[in-house]
């Protein structure tokens, strides 16, 4: 059975909510500067008109889901992930203010890297960053991998060591030191669930 979608439409010739691409296609082909997206369900679409289109241009529908959850992650808090173009390819990660989606900080492109490498490295990341601010938040990643790495202390990516992930490799030894000397709060690492959530807000939107 095919889902109902509900299409938001920012600006167009008209503005609001259509159940059918049909009407929504009325406002906005051939309209310069249209603005609209589609959702899966109308509770989504209500949040996401309220809001701006820049807060979805180029990110998932489900962005922003979290903020209709019964159950919602804890604020004020972090999110990092990671964008990996190829295995191994071209890997960058990032963090950002869960609440806002102000970005706190980017890395990369690093060269020959993995997605669960750029996690790992952007939970740490985002410890170290909190350590310098004296900041005390949860940090969420949808990376089980990655959680499980930084709570051993030790990211077991079977990725062959080369010249052109060198760095890559320096930055795991650092990131594993740092783990080795400093004992991790409880709780400081948690899972961000995508499920009830929709997508992680630091995601790149490169799905």
Sequence with gaps: MQKHKYYVVWKGRKTGIFTTWAECEKQVKGFVGAQFKAFDNEAEADAAYLAKYDDYKGKPSSHGKWKLASVKP????LCVDAACSGAPGKLEYRSVNTETGEE???????????????EFLAIVHALTWQFKHNMHIPIYSDSENAIAWVATGVCKTKLKHSEKNAVLFALIRSAENWLAENELPEDKVLKWETNLWGENPADFGRK
């Design 74 to 77: 804890l604020l004020p808090s």
């Design 104 to 118: 706190i900080f980017r890395a990369g492109p690093y060269s020959e890297g993995t997605n669960n490498i750029g």
